[in-house]
């Protein structure tokens, strides 16, 4: 796949680079990040290097964007969204945000425009998006429900985390469901 950059206006989706592994180490080593995510954990430089010079590049290489979240404003990096195989062709989507932008509506916009590349023709051109994220986090879930995913329920033990099985939530976002926020969440 080729490397694409999107914009909203609010925010740029840009893959990462050797300028952001400094913030990227900083951003990862936030409890909240490794708590919600399967980040390593604690999180080092070494790490963040490893994901910006071999994870991003091979998955971009095998059709998986992964993109650094930058405020357009300065451009300096805010977190990262980015889609992973799941079993059958749904992408998942799965993003973070640092400590210190969060609750500025970067990651719904992050969210929004990667899965507006998901369904695009000439982005990844898939019929639907899947979201999981672990029992209890109400923040992602927050931002995938303005976005539009529809709650799917949990699955029990239906993903690790270091090593050990947890319940997840799960929703799906189809091309053709209306632009969210949606109801229907239990949460």
Do not use: K
Request: proline fraction near 10%.
């Amino acid at each position: 796949m080729e490397v694409r950059t999107l914009t909203d206006g609010a925010v740029v989706l840009s893959p990462p680079g050797p300028a952001d592994v400094d913030a990227i180490t900083e951003a990862c080593r936030d409890p909240l990040i490794a708590r919600w995510t399967t980040v390593p954990s604690p999180y080092t430089r070494a790490d963040a290097l490893h994901f910006v010079e071999d994870v991003v590049p091979a998955e971009w290489a095998q059709g998986w964007p992964d993109w650094a979240v930058r405020n357009a404003a300065d451009g300096v990096l805010c977190g990262m969204v980015g889609f992973v195989p799941r079993e059958g062709s749904d992408p998942e989507i799965g993003y973070w945000i640092a400590p210190t932008t969060r609750r500025h509506g970067l990651a719904t916009a992050a969210v929004r425009l990667a899965c507006g590349f998901a369904f695009a023709p000439d982005g990844m051109n898939v019929p639907r998006v899947a979201w999981r994220a672990f029992v209890g986090n109400r923040a992602s879930a927050a931002v995938a429900r303005r976005v539009g995913f529809r709650y799917e329920g949990i699955a029990r033990n239906g993903l690790l985390q270091r090593g050990v099985p947890r319940d997840v939530w799960v929703a799906g976002l189809s091309a053709d469901d209306p632009p969210g926020p949606v109801t229907g969440w239990p949460l």
